[in-house]
């Protein structure tokens, strides 16, 4: 996992890249806190609510979220934003 803090031009708080290899999170520290808490939370609840990240050997999953997450993220600045 790879957090840096960039400058996301006021579209997000928080956007990532996720691969079998990596995890990278940019976080743009100019939002107040709580919006940076609640992009947080919503982009990993989504990766646990989609299986993506699950514990090993418990065979629970819980149930995906038919509902978008409040807060939106965007492309990773690295993925040529």
Do not use: C, K, N
Not at 13 to 37: G, K
Not at 48 to 70: K, L
């Amino acid at each position: 996992m790879r957090v840096t803090s960039e400058d996301l031009h006021g579209e997000a708080p928080v956007a990532l890249r996720d691969s079998r290899s990596s995890y990278e999170l940019a976080i743009d520290f100019s939002y107040p806190p709580e919006q940076i808490t609640a992009a947080l939370t919503d982009v990993f609840q989504e990766a646990v609510d989609s299986h993506r990240w699950s514990r090993r050997g418990t065979g629970e999953h819980g149930q995906a979220d038919d509902e978008p997450p409040a807060t939106r993220t965007v492309r990773h600045p690295e993925d040529g934003y």
